[in-house]
């Protein structure tokens, strides 16, 4: 009777271990999604007002610079610590924005989101990745939802003079006919997680 009691008590006490583990897992994912989410916020609204003044300032092409050399420097600013941030879509315009496997799936499952009428600024996807060395890695994307001044570059009717600079920058660019609301793609977080000792 002792044994089985002292056997009971092992697998309580390991269920709770697992337990706190799992609760304390949860509770670091939560915060890397938020600081996350708030790097995603603070890489558009600076990558916006970049586009909007060079808009403002010299047309609509000059928006292309924006995106091909400014948002890079953008994603710099705000990569440090071991995260790096950037932008990735289904229809691309910058090769080397493709997507990898788990970006694309994602991707995939905010147009069938969409699809389905959920709100695009509520898709985000955030997860912990284990390695074989015990080390993890934090994953987060955030829906980029085409907005207004996105449809001089990315629209249904681009202009002529906008439309020539894209095809001598970007000969094979697929990222255009889209519409206001539609999913233009997302801002793309990883960050190296220290393993614990």
């Not at 089985?4 to 709770?16: E, K, M, N, S, T």
């Not at 610079?65 to 610590?81: E, L, R, T």
């Not at 390695?131 to 449809?151: H, N, S, W």
Request: a positive charge.
């Amino acid at each position: 009777m002792r044994a089985v009691l002292i056997a009971v008590l092992l697998v309580v006490v390991g269920f709770v271990i697992l337990a706190v583990g799992y609760a304390a897992e949860q509770a670091s994912l939560r915060a890397e999604a938020q600081k996350a989410r708030t790097i995603s916020q603070a890489f558009a609204t600076t990558l916006k007002g970049q586009l909007v003044a060079a808009i403002k300032a010299d047309g609509h092409t000059s928006a292309i610079a924006v995106c091909q050399q400014i948002a890079p420097q953008i994603s710099a600013q705000y990569s440090a610590d071991g995260l790096h941030i950037g932008r990735t879509a289904l229809k691309l315009r910058n090769p080397a924005n493709a997507p990898d496997e788990w970006e694309r799936g994602v991707l995939e499952s905010f147009q069938a989101a969409l699809d389905k009428g959920t709100d695009i600024k509520t898709l985000e996807r955030y997860a912990f990745f284990g390695d074989e060395a015990g080390g993890k890695t934090f994953r987060y994307m955030k829906a980029i939802p085409v907005g207004q001044p996105c449809l001089a570059c990315h629209g249904a009717n681009i202009a002529s003079d906008v439309r020539a600079v894209l095809a001598a920058r970007y000969p094979g660019d697929k990222a255009v006919d889209f519409a206001l609301g539609d999913l233009r793609g997302a801002f793309s977080v990883q960050k190296a997680m220290q393993a614990n000792p």
